[in-house]
Every structure is written in C-alpha cells, then in structure tokens.
C-alpha cells in the first residue's frame, strides 16, 4: 500500500467532500479517501499495483476540482 497527499483546487463544502471520496473511492486499489476541506488536501491510500496516482487524479478532475499536485 502506498499513500499520496493530493493538493486540491475548488472543494469548499460536504457535497465536495462526498464527491471526491466516492468517485475515489470507487477505483480498484484504493482502500482509503480522506478530504480535508481547510488544508485542500485529498490523502488517498492505494495499491499501486492496481491504480496508478494519474488515475487517482483525473477521478478527481472528472468531479470538477483541479489537482495541483
């Protein structure tokens, strides 16, 4: 399992929260979402064996919120 730090543009309130942890959520190999709406962050625990960090981001793209690391 490894574990990324994601800084996210544009989340401000529980139904971006919802949205990015079950878009997430829903890939094979993650087994942890959590959205920290004050610091921007998404920390995402995986197995890179299944999905790989650029498939975690255009998830997250695909919500409407841009990834800027």
Request: net charge negative; charged share 25%.
């Amino acid at each position: 399992m490894e574990k990324i730090t994601l800084h996210v543009e544009g989340m401000s309130c529980g139904h971006c929260v919802k949205a990015v942890e079950g878009s997430v959520g829903k890939l094979q190999g993650v087994s942890n979402v959590k959205v920290n709406l004050e610091g921007g962050t998404v920390e995402v625990d995986f197995n890179n064996q299944q999905v790989s960090v650029d498939e975690i981001k255009e998830s997250i793209d695909d919500q409407g919120y841009e990834v800027k690391s």
